[in-house]
């Protein structure tokens, strides 16, 4: 079982810029993909950017052109760089990995998350 940590949240002023990350402690097999996922409160889940195991990255059309993730095999680490922040930012931001075990199946972890708050 991979365990997750995150840090890197905090707060920040509308336009500002920082950055998260997340680490993994171990995997049982391949990592498929990397992710951060944010909730506001009150909202569902959502994915704000993924990158898989071939360097492909997906973002939500909210953050497209402002965020950035990236990854770091050999230290099995994902980090989203966030510029240009907004109020809507504002969120608990989650980072997932999916995997699969050298036994087979698919098996997908949640970090604690690390709260990010965007306010003047």
């Known amino acids: 079982q991979v365990q997750l940590v995150e840090s890197g949240g905090g707060l920040v002023q509308p336009g500002g810029s920082l950055r998260l990350s997340c680490a993994a402690s171990?995997?049982?097999?391949?990592?498929?993909?990397m992710a951060w996922h944010r909730q506001a409160p009150g909202k569902a889940r959502e994915l704000v950017a993924l990158?898989?195991?071939?360097?492909?990255?997906n973002y939500a059309d909210s953050v497209k052109g402002r965020f950035t993730i990236s990854r770091d095999d050999a230290k099995r680490t994902v980090d989203l760089q966030m510029d240009g922040l907004r109020p809507e930012d504002t969120a608990v931001y989650y980072c997932?990995?999916?995997?699969?075990?050298?036994?087979?199946?698919?098996?997908?972890?949640w970090g604690q998350g690390t709260q990010v708050t965007v306010s003047s």
């Open positions: 997932h990995v999916l995997e699969r075990p050298l036994y087979g199946g698919l098996i997908g972890n």
């Open positions: 990158v898989s195991s071939d360097g492909n990255t």
């Open positions: 171990e995997t049982i097999g391949k990592i498929l993909a």
